[in-house]
């Protein structure tokens, strides 16, 4: 059997639409690639793409190397728009965001390294060299399934604050996104995101 970061860890990987979730988000490895910008431009589908052309790359390094069969975690998305309490994916022009895709714990930094020169040489897309490998924890976390349209996204992520609030709790990291499944395969209405926010561990 195949393992994978959803199947390992289910609580924070899974949410309702129905209810928020408080969950504790332990230490990943994580691909990284940072930006700026609208997410809706060339530049986003091609880091996008980047971290995809080398997490596959991990994935049959370690197939091959140590029999290792795992499935690609989900991309996900850190957000900052300034202000969290306030976030609006309309407002993109100064959006700075972090891509990231997790990776097996085995994943060091020199395997990474030789991984990204070999695929560089082999594969046409600019920002391979822009990614980077680095460990990330949130803690505790509160989060909530958004389906449909990215855009209306805003509408979960006011449930949340909501919640925040009503709890007395404290917001400590960024605005967090992940895609459960790939736009360009399913239609507005079926995409699912889940919305999560790490969390002061005093405030709850």
């Known amino acids: 059997m195949k393992e994978g970061i959803r199947r390992e860890y289910k609580k924070q990987y899974d949410a309702s639409t129905k209810k928020i979730d408080v969950v504790d ?8 690639v940072d930006g700026i910008g609208n997410p809706n431009v060339e530049e986003f589908k091609l880091k996008a793409e980047a971290l995809h052309i080398l997490s596959k790359a991990i994935k049959d390094y370690f197939k091959e190397k140590m029999d290792l069969l795992y499935l ?12 969290n309490s306030q ?13 990231m895709i997790a990776q097996p714990k085995v994943l060091d930094e020199q395997t990474f390294e030789m991984i990204r020169e070999s695929v560089t040489l082999k594969k046409d897309n600019p920002y391979l060299i822009d990614v980077y490998l680095k460990k990330f924890q949130e803690g505790r ?38 895609y459960l499944n790939d736009p360009e395969k399913n239609p507005v209405d079926k995409l699912k995101t889940i919305v999560r926010y790490a969390i ?4 709850v």
């Open 200 to 203: 002061e561990e005093d405030g």
């Open 25 to 32: 988000v332990p230490e990943f490895n994580f691909l990284m």
């Open 87 to 99: 976030f609006d994916v309309t407002r993109k022009k100064m959006i700075k965001f972090t891509l």
């Open 72 to 83: 690609i975690s989900p991309l996900e998305g850190l957000w900052d728009t300034y202000d």
């Open 141 to 178: 976390c509160v989060q909530m399934l958004h389906k449909g349209a990215y855009n209306t996204e805003i509408n979960t992520t006011k449930q949340i604050m909501e919640y925040i609030t009503i709890q007395g709790m404290k917001l400590s990291g960024f605005h967090h996104e992940i």
